[in-house]
């Protein structure tokens, strides 16, 4: 068991921000599909993308169809790997995680920045204009861009403590 405060709170949050990449990547088409079907709004939310060009399509020169390869020749070698998911460690406040299918091509990217001085991008960088920020301070919007073949949203958690999540997913 490794005793260092600083190691075992970034391993804790690798493991949550594991699990809220996976919730993204295994609920993020059902939570869109459902969006969708709530009327007008939700579908040009979800639809805003559909022609125009994306604002945000990689992460530090990572694109979705990347392989494996590719990802840990830029990156270097990730904090934890397996066959179908790579994890970053970027900095304290910061991660990264690239999913893979079974050819080992990127299908999906998920970044997180922890707060403040995290370096994260701002909503307007990634999915443009016009993001309903709800009074406790979190939002959250998807773009899809069907003719590029993938979605990019913003979600940021509520707080002082907040977390920035923003996510690539291969449209399937």
């Avoid at 494996?68 to 406040?93: C, F, H, M, N």
Wanted: hydrophobic share 35%; charged share 20%.
């Amino acid at each position: 068991m490794i005793h260092n405060p600083k190691i075992n709170f970034l391993v804790r949050i690798a493991i949550f921000i594991t699990a809220c990449g996976v919730f993204t990547i295994i609920w993020g088409d059902e939570i869109d599909a459902f969006a969708q079907g709530q009327g007008k709004t939700a579908r040009a939310h979800s639809e805003a993308g559909t022609s125009q060009q994306p604002l945000y399509r990689d992460y530090k020169g990572i694109l979705i169809g990347m392989t494996t390869e590719e990802v840990r020749s830029k990156l270097g070698e990730p904090s934890r790997k397996a066959d179908d998911q790579d994890l970053y460690v970027i900095s304290e406040k910061e991660t990264a995680e690239f999913f893979y299918d079974g050819s080992h091509r990127v299908v999906a990217i998920s970044v997180d920045y922890l707060g403040e001085g995290s370096g994260a991008p701002g909503y307007q960088e990634v999915i443009g204009p016009d993001v309903v920020t709800k009074p406790d301070g979190s939002m959250y919007k998807l773009v899809r861009y069907q003719q590029a073949g993938f979605w990019v949203s913003y979600n940021r958690t509520a707080g002082s403590s907040y977390i920035v999540t923003i996510t690539i997913q291969k449209i399937h």
